[in-house]
């Protein structure tokens, strides 16, 4: 069996023993050892294996020695084995400032890397490989005396839990020169001698991110260290622990029977099922029953299961392949959490300003995510996830609260009502009614303004969260677009106290006269509110519909950058001081709970 590496191997006189004997050789991994395989497979598998020209484990300890001297080779002689230094760091401060364009330099031209995929760069493999939190692990080493850089990697397999030799991970390695310039880098992967397998790319996209991040960190006293990015976590719950409940506004959650012996699967029979059934039964009662003639008789074709699934493992029968990646999104207090765990942090730790700002860096939402949450949450306080997704955020309607509290005021009564502590178990009249005429203000708006607009158009919003802030909400109650204006935010207030006045003078305490008509206060909170709300969705124009039971008042309301600044900071500064260490440490609750 001495020739059995070459391509013109006759494997058809292979018994089942010595195929699976020459994949193994290979480090081709069979699960359960190959048992189950047919022949047919196993045969198939070592064609493949053959024309691939797979070598032997042995063969390829050879060549990994022979590969890794070329790559560590330089005009200055040979570069220390990346195994025996010592010295390895998640501290990158002394590293050369690597770059997108140092990336793309070293990529393009390479196997699956033209200029055209490059400017695509995040539809490819190894750049999803980074983005979802493959790359677990990234150290460097800097050579004493030497203009070298090592760096080695571990990146989790996108698609198996173990790599091909048993791992958990790929652990390779790339070398930067001082100029930032890729010398070389290796893989262990089957396509990684080259130094441009995914894996690698990930690694690459995964520094430059760091270097990059690190570049626009205005605060010059912070280390330059490597952060695991965040990556979506897909664990399950126990049965027991799921809480099935319907959302509804302004009441109190009761506690249901906990489903210990729920069936998930449908309870629905198929129909033709159940006519066989009938008809079999039907037969055994009464053969000569007329009723039989009108009831479809079975197929009669009956293909075993085996069969079936091997129809369904050949490739050539898969119509298409679909690539789904999965997409979380957590509540602040989960998100607390995931970071407590990741971070191995006990119960009874002490929150420091370093850890809340590690908490800040770890909330971390795309756009998508944030689409998402806006896409579930339209029926607003008719939604659980609307009210979870509120819970620790500072949103638009406390904007005036928190950016009026006095340094010797005490926050815990507004962490209580950002946090939700303490939830309505009644609806408020004033409350209720507004939310009842919401609807008909919203009729009456439109009623005046359609015939004003070209194709005029009012949807209901959810909760918007922006990237930029994501500790920061908004939920708008209509959002307006036309053809012939910029898209405007419709923000509804009813006045339940002065429900019977004009909506001019019941909400005269908060309007200026002009003499094109009315404008809002700067020193209210609706000002704050909608401020915030234009600032969060990216809309610069805000339509304030003010209705009482003598019909509606409409006050435009212009985004004012300055204004914006002015508030975020004190937002930022009340969520990092109280609002973080309390979705941390639950300090708050405790006392409420005690």
């Not at 990336?103 to 033209?114: A, N, P």
């Amino acid at each position: 069996m001495a020739n059995m590496a070459s391509g013109d191997v006759d494997f058809s006189k292979y018994k089942v023993e010595n195929l699976k004997k020459y994949l193994s050789d290979r480090g081709i991994q069979l699960s359960d050892r190959g048992k189950g395989k047919r022949r047919a497979e196993l045969l198939e598998l070592c064609q493949n294996a053959a024309e691939m020209k797979q070598q032997k484990l042995e063969e390829v300890v050879e060549s990994f020695d022979r590969v890794l001297e070329e790559k560590l080779q330089t005009n200055e002689g040979l570069l220390p084995n990346p195994d025996t230094l010592r010295s390895w760091s998640h501290n990158f401060a002394s590293i050369p400032e690597f770059t997108f364009a140092d990336l793309y330099s070293y990529l393009v031209g390479k196997d699956d890397y033209s200029v055209e995929n490059l400017r695509s760069f995040k539809s490819l493999h190894g750049y999803k490989l980074f983005h979802d939190g493959h790359v677990e692990d990234l150290q460097c080493c800097r050579l004493e005396n030497k203009p070298f850089s090592y760096f080695q990697f571990k990146v989790k397999p996108a698609e198996r839990a173990k790599t091909e030799d048993g791992q958990s991970t790929y652990n390779g390695f790339f070398i930067l020169k001082s100029s930032a310039e890729v010398h070389a880098a290796y893989c262990p992967c089957k396509g990684g001698s080259d130094g441009a397998c995914k894996h690698v790319t990930a690694a690459l996209f995964d520094l430059q991110s760091m270097v990059s991040s690190n570049l626009t960190n205005t605060c010059t006293s912070e280390k330059c260290l490597w952060k695991r990015r965040n990556r979506n976590s897909d664990y399950a719950i126990r049965l027991e622990d799921l809480n099935i409940v319907k959302a509804e506004f302004g009441k109190e959650e009761k506690l249901h029977l906990k489903p210990y012996h729920f069936d998930p699967r449908s309870t629905l029979t198929n129909s033709s099922t159940l006519k066989e059934k009938l008809r079999q039964g039907l037969k055994q009662v009464c053969p000569d029953a007329v009723a039989l003639q009108f009831l479809p008789s079975s197929s009669g074709l009956d293909i075993p299961e085996a069969s079936v699934a091997e129809y369904i493992a050949c490739d050539a029968n898969v119509e298409h392949h679909e690539t789904v990646y999965p997409m979380y999104i957590y509540t602040m207090k989960e998100y607390a959490d995931v970071f407590k765990s990741e971070k191995n942090i006990a119960k009874d730790f002490c929150c420091n300003d370093e850890l809340v700002e590690e908490f800040i860096d770890f909330l971390n939402l795309d756009q998508t995510q944030c689409d998402t949450i806006c896409a579930k949450t339209v029926q607003q306080g008719g939604s659980q996830f609307w009210i979870d997704q509120r819970t620790g955020r500072i949103t638009a309607s406390n904007f005036y609260k928190i950016c009026h509290l006095k340094d010797t005021t005490d926050k815990t009564n507004t962490i209580k009502l950002l946090m939700n502590y303490c939830p309505m178990k009644n609806v408020p009249e004033p409350l209720e009614w507004g939310h009842r005429k919401e609807i008909s203000a919203a009729k009456l708006y439109f009623k005046k303004l359609n015939h004003k607009h070209c194709d005029l158009l009012l949807k209901e919003s959810g909760l918007v969260v922006n990237p930029l802030w994501p500790f920061l909400g908004a939920s708008p109650d209509r959002v307006q677009y036309c053809k012939c204006h910029p898209k405007t935010l419709v923000e509804i207030k009813g006045l339940f106290s002065k429900r019977n006045l004009l909506p001019a003078v019941a909400a005269a305490d908060k309007l200026i006269k002009t003499t094109n008509g009315y404008q809002l206060k700067v020193e209210t909170t609706w000002y704050y509110q909608i401020q915030g709300q234009m600032a969060i969705t990216g809309v610069k124009h805000t339509a304030l519909v003010i209705y009482t039971n003598k019909g509606i008042l409409i006050v435009p309301v212009e985004f004012d950058p300055v204004f914006w600044l002015t508030i975020l900071k004190k937002l930022q500064l009340f969520f990092v001081g109280h609002l973080a260490p309390e979705l941390l440490t639950g300090r708050v609750l405790k006392d409420v709970k005690n």
